[in-house]
Structures are given as C-alpha cells and as structure tokens.
C-alpha cells in the first residue's frame, strides 16, 4: 500500500515538475518536487527499497533537466544511503529531524547536481554560484514541501472531523 | 534493529547512475520522451484544474499558461530530428555523387537533322491591361461580326494575359510560354488572332520540373517534381519525397517529362523548404524568375516535326511508289 501511495505521488510530483512549475516559476528558484519525494521515500523505507525509489525519483527528475542522464540519480542513492546510514529509523518519526534531513538532503542534491551538470557541460563551476543557487532551490522546495505537508494535516483532520459526525449523528437519530 | 545491508545496493545504484551518464544521446532521448509522454495526461488534467482555479473569483491567481517546458523539449526534438534528416540526405547525396551519378546539366539543345520533333519560337507581345481591355469589348475589330471578323468567345471571356498571336500564328493551346530562358506559363485559349497566358502563377498551373542543386563540381540534376501554380506571387514544387535533398536557393528547372527543348528552361528558385516531422514530401515554395507584370515580350515554344525528316519520309514514299 504504501508503494502504491509513493508510485502516485511520484506521478504527481512528476506532472507538477514537468507543467505546473515552469509555469509558475523559472530558474533556478523552481522547487524540486522529484527530489522531495526521494528524500521522502527515503524516510519512509528502510533499506533497499528506500535507495531504489529514491534513485528512480532521481531518474525522473534527470529526465526534465538537461545534460546526461544518471546525475540526480546517482545523487538521490548516494544521499538516500547516508540518511539511512546515519539517521536511525526511529529519529525519521521526529519533526525537527525530518525538516533537518529534508533540508540537508535538498542542499546536497541541488549543489551536486547544479555542480556536475555545470561540469559536465565545460562550464567553469563557481562554488559560490552554486551555493548560492543551491540554497535558493533547497528554500523555495522546502517552503513548498512545509506548505504540502500543513496542507495534508488539515485535509486529515477535517477528514477525522467529518468522520467523527457521522457516527454520532446516527447515535443521535 | 540492525540497518539492512545497504552498501550493495548503494553500489549497484551508483553504477546504474554512471551507466545512464555514458548511454548514447538517442537513447537518452528516447527515454526523456518516454516519460515525457508518460506524464502528459496528469499534464492535461493539471493544466485543467489550474486553468478552472484561476477562473474562481475568490482567488486571485491569473491564468497559468501553459506549461513551457515539455513544448520546449518537443520542439528542440523535432528540430534535432530535422537536422539529422537533412544529415542524413546530404550523407546519401555525397555517396550517390561518389558511385558516379551524372554531375554536367545537359548541354546546348540537340540540333541534329535526326530529331523527329524540332522546336521553333513564336514571338509575341503581351497585350497592355488597356488594349486588352479594348480588345476584349471588340473595338480593334470595326467590321464587327457581320463580316465574319470575330475574335473566339474563350479567349474574350478569358481574365489571363493576352499575347498577340493566336491561330495565325498556329498556335494551339498548352505550348509552353517562354521568356529567354525562363518559363513564363503555357497558352491556354487560342483564338484567332491572340491567345491568353497561363502564368506558372496560375492556380490551375502544373508542369513536371526539377531541382538543380549547385554543389562544387557543378549543378546536379535533383528531385523531380511537379510545379504547381497557387495564384499567389510564389509556386509550390510538390511531389518531392522527404528522402530527397532540398535547400533554400536549389534552382527549379523544367524537367525532361515536359517534352520541350533538350536545354531545360528555368521556373525559379526554392525560397521556403520545411520538413514537417514525419511527413512523406517536402513543403517548397518556389519564386518565379520573372515578374509577370514587368514582361513585355514572350516567346511561344511551338513544337513542329522535324522538315528534313519529312522531306526524307517523302523521299522514301516516292521510292516506294518507283
């Protein structure tokens, strides 16, 4: 079950990245909703599983940018096996840990992938440049990730209000 | 709990990761477009909601337009595909030219006593818009038709240019219209007296003809293909196959299919050639060499049997006769 919710979203992170972002915002400011995925996926599985689906996300997100394929999904295995290698799965059920893990992985998947694309491509890399762009892209992700996730908890809590009527409703009938 | 192995995996991945980084350009393409396409309904659906979000008063979104990116990619596909055809066709003309195919445009028109259909020019003037005017309404001819002096009703009823030659001159319909070199249309109704011009602008226009590219070692006879008048100042050369190599400034020729003199005559130049994806012929456009409105005089190509082979078939019949 929860391969098939991670199998949707990142068909919805994919669609969002591919139209509705572009749309919205161009640059290097664009959120990274592929890559917020893989560091999802990356929380919510142990093991190989979470390196797999954090890899194939990164795939994804190699197919809407430019330059050689492999980049972000090299990245997104490399970064899933440190989460996995240093956070123990009990800590990736805590807030704080999880925005730090979200926010750190952000950083080191936009910086290696802006990096090596610039490399890639004969261009000289500034690591300054690259920081800088790297940390405005991390942001405007991590914004977009903290606006989804508050978005879901009302959805869900609404979702436990309304469910909670309607049994009492019929007691009261 | 002990962490799961995952260094083999990590490994594995890795690899993966570089091996996609060396695989070729097309199949990388290819892969880009397969998700691509793969993502294009959820793209419908969400281009759907936020086109209905932004129409919602209460939210101050302005319409999203469409996504650019996917469009964006598509069109520097095709473009990539364009480019690898015309590639392609230029590799296939280079090895057509190294087994040997004709390079040298035909020479001068054959001369000799044994072609059996020789051609001889009519010329003729084309009649200003005045005095075709004037002609038409029948004021050249005092006499009137009670005199038996009547110009045929096509040709007066006819719009098209007017030429000063007709019947008496023994012309007769669809004889080509030429200008020096260049082919200006054909005649279309011929009257007694004057005859009226179908420009190759015509719209009911058609002439098999020719590419001739320029290349190093000289003009080499191209693709045939079919000219085709639209009634607009440029042709359209139709027939062309995608296969085919074509460029902008590729000279159009009258091809051998047309029957006229062994010295092909001139239609234009190609100034628009696009290759749709996917399309089976080319899109040409070709600019007539002449302006019709700046021509003055034409020649009428009048095809005729060959006198010196009608003398020797008498010849023979009188031999016969003996």
């Keep these: 079950m929860k391969h098939l919710t991670l199998a949707g979203l990142a068909y919805v992170a994919l669609v969002v990245q591919a139209s509705v972002v572009p749309a919205m915002a161009s640059g290097a400011l664009e959120p990274r909703f592929l890559w917020l995925a893989a560091l999802g996926a990356v929380l919510l599985f142990d093991g190989a599983a979470g390196l797999v689906w954090a890899a194939v996300l990164g795939l994804l997100s190699d197919c809407l940018c430019p330059g050689p394929l492999g980049i972000d999904l090299t990245l997104a295995a490399l970064s899933a096996a440190l989460v996995q290698r240093l956070i123990p799965s009990e800590s990736r059920r805590s807030f704080v840990v999880v925005a730090a893990t979200v926010g750190v992985g952000l950083m080191v998947l936009a910086s290696g992938s802006f990096a090596a ?4 491509a004969g261009t000289p890399v500034d690591p300054a440049h690259v920081l800088t762009i790297s940390f405005g892209t991390a942001l405007s992700t991590l914004a977009c990730g903290t606006a989804l996730w508050l978005a879901s908890r009302v959805i869900a809590q609404l ?9 009492a409703a019929m007691n009261r009938n | 709990m002990m962490p799961r192995p995952i260094l083999p995996a990590t490994i594995l991945l890795s690899l993966l990761g570089l091996g996609f980084t060396l695989l070729p350009q097309d199949w990388s393409d290819a892969l880009r477009r397969t998700v691509l396409d793969a993502s294009r309904p959820g793209q419908r659906i969400a281009r759907g909601v936020v086109s209905r979000a932004a129409e919602l008063p209460l939210l101050s979104l302005h319409a999203v337009p469409a996504a650019n990116r996917p469009e964006e990619v598509e069109v ?3 473009e990539l595909q364009e480019r690898y055809r015309h590639l392609q066709i230029e590799c296939a003309l280079v090895r057509e030219q190294m ?40 004021r050249f ?8 002096l009547r110009e045929s009703a096509l040709v007066l009823r006819d719009e098209r240019p007017l030429i000063d030659r007709g019947a008496d001159a023994d012309l007769s319909p669809e004889q080509p219209v030429i200008a020096g070199l260049c082919v200006v249309g054909r005649t279309a109704n011929v009257g007694r007296w004057t005859s009226t011009l179908q420009l190759i602008t015509d719209p009911e226009y058609r002439g098999w003809a020719q590419i001739v590219k320029n290349t190093e070692r000289g003009p080499v006879f191209a693709a045939e293909g079919i000219l085709a008048g639209e009634g607009r100042p440029l042709c359209r050369l139709l027939r062309i196959r995608a296969t085919e190599a074509v460029s902008v400034g590729d000279d159009v020729y009258t091809s051998g299919r047309e029957g006229l003199r062994s010295q092909p005559m001139y239609y234009g130049r190609i100034v628009r050639a696009e290759l749709q994806a996917g399309a089976a012929e080319w899109s040409l456009q070709v600019e007539p060499a002449l302006d019709p409105t700046q021509l003055r005089t034409v020649q009428i190509l009048r095809l005729e049997m060959n006198p010196a082979r009608l003398s020797v078939g008498e010849g023979l019949a009188t031999d016969a006769h003996r």
């Design chain 1, 159 to 167: 979702a436990r209000e309304l469910t909670g009527r309607h049994p």
């Design chain 2, 99 to 138: 087994q040997g195919i004709a390079a040298a445009p035909p020479v001068a028109s054959r001369r000799s006593s044994e072609a059996l259909i020789v051609s001889e020019l009519v010329h003729a003037e084309i009649l200003g818009e005045q005095t075709a005017a004037q002609w038409r309404a029948g």
């Design chain 2, 141 to 148: 001819l005092d006499a009137g038709s009670a005199s038996g």
């Design chain 1, 117 to 120: 694309r610039l490399w890639l």
């Design chain 2, 76 to 78: 520097e596909l095709r």
